[in-house]
């Protein structure tokens, strides 16, 4: 299986304070990995780098041709309209103008926001301007998506139906996935491998061998377990 | 007086007002508002007739507006009105190419920045409309001063709008386009300008009222044609009447640009809706 992520030996430093300690991680083509950490420990960092906005940093790293990236925040350019923030996610793909509306049409009929096309990014509400972003991210048909708490900002419910979209959109694209949490739960029902992240360096790794879509009963174990990775009692399993 | 021209359109705040929920009562504004203001004419009407308020201090509504219709029909009112009207638009034009050149350099550069920002921050406290006494001897008496001194009060407020939009784009916009391969100019042109047209917006508004404003005064320096020369020849006759008439098209012509102005916000700002 070829790599779509290789990390060797990753160090950054902010001035004194070392943020990542000499990191190693692979991710295989087409893989859903889970970085958990608490904050500070270095994952939103290591996926800066990873997007190319910060390479002032030791060790090696390689990425695949085409990387995007969701934030925490939708990210969109207010002043156009929704399809027209999809289709920024074209640029440098190498697509003909003109097809770039039916494209983008087609990727938000994905995140079910067909009809909200011409609509602008303002009168979105938090959970359909996160969908947009998603859909700006995929419509380069990346072979790696780098999600960093992309859901952190929505409420409990639009959560839950996030995490369903999100599954069922790495199921159809099939792209290498990132996926930077502070949240177990959604960590264990959406990836293939967890790592846990501490200082700097990774302390923990989990295959999740589940079928999905997965429920929450069936990963109580590993539940607790990678809590205590993270330093967590975990009261519910007790 | 001339002043008035400059509150109405000094205030940025109008927009936002414009903006939410007062839409809806925008529709079906409140005729009660006109109460006094009509009020008050009829009471200067009723001053002048009965003689409390002699013609050669301030003449009659009535006569004004009369006065009004013959400058217009004879042709002299329409004649001063373009040569006013055009040196607001060469003035302003210069003002704008300066401000936004100005704007633009030390907004998108940090080298701009630091070698234009300090010195315009130094000039801009100086109170353009002072700088009459130096324009006249930089320019003489004729068309230049009048231009330089509003070319002065629209490049100013320009200037400090443009850099300051520039300067307050988001830099998470900017992020998420450098991750989607947008280069420097790309970024420039399609997340740092859109983010800085609200802010210049309020500077464009504020430079057309400043710009009436200096035409105003620049017009006081020996104009021989123009709204300004109509009104200081009215002035040696005594003429009230034409002097208020003048003042009138001041402010009508001080609102009429404000109101161009927020026409273009409502356009160009569409994607702010509610």
Known sequence: ?238 | MSISTAGVVVRPENAAAARAPALKQRKWPDLRRWLSPLGLVLLWQAASSTGVLPPDKLASPVTVFRSAYELVVDGQLVDAFLVSLSRVAVGFAIGAVVGGVLGLASGLSRWGERLLDPPVQMLRTLPHLGLIPLFILWFGIGEEPKLALVAAGVAFPLYLNLHAGIRQTDPALLEAARVLGYTRLDRVLHVVLPSAVPQTLVGLRIALGTAWLSLIVGEQVNADAGIGYLINNAREFLRTDVVVVGLLVYALLGLTTDALVRALERRVLRWRAR
């Open chain 1, 1 to 238: 299986m070829a790599g779509a992520v290789r990390i060797r030996g990753l160090v950054k430093d902010f001035g004194p304070r070392r943020v990542l300690a000499g990191l190693d991680l692979d991710v295989a083509d087409g893989e859903f990995v889970a970085l958990l950490g608490r904050s500070g420990c270095g994952k939103s960092t290591l996926l800066r780098i990873l997007a190319g906005l910060d390479d002032e940093v030791e060790g090696t790293f390689s990425v695949p041709e085409r990387v995007s990236v969701a934030f925490q925040q939708p990210r969109l350019l207010p002043w156009r309209r929704v399809w027209r923030n999809v289709s920024l996610g074209l640029r440098g793909v190498g697509r003909q103008k003109d097809r770039h509306r039916s494209i983008a049409e087609k990727a938000l009929g994905e995140v079910r926001l067909a009809d909200h096309a011409d609509a602008w990014p303002l009168t979105l509400s938090g959970g359909e301007a996160q969908r947009v972003s998603l859909a700006r991210a995929l419509v380069r048909e990346p072979e790696l998506l780098l999600l960093d708490e992309p859901f952190g900002a929505l409420d409990a419910l639009t959560r839950l139906a996030m995490h369903h979209l999100v599954e069922q959109l790495w199921r159809e694209h099939r792209p290498a996935v990132l996926f930077v949490t502070h949240d177990v739960d959604e960590a264990l029902l959406l990836a293939d491998r967890v790592v846990v992240l501490d200082e700097g360096r990774i302390v923990a790794e989990h295959r999740v061998d589940l079928p999905r879509p997965r429920r929450r009963a069936s990963f109580a174990d590993l539940r607790s377990e990678v809590l205590s990775n993270l330093g967590v009692d975990d009261v519910e399993a007790a």
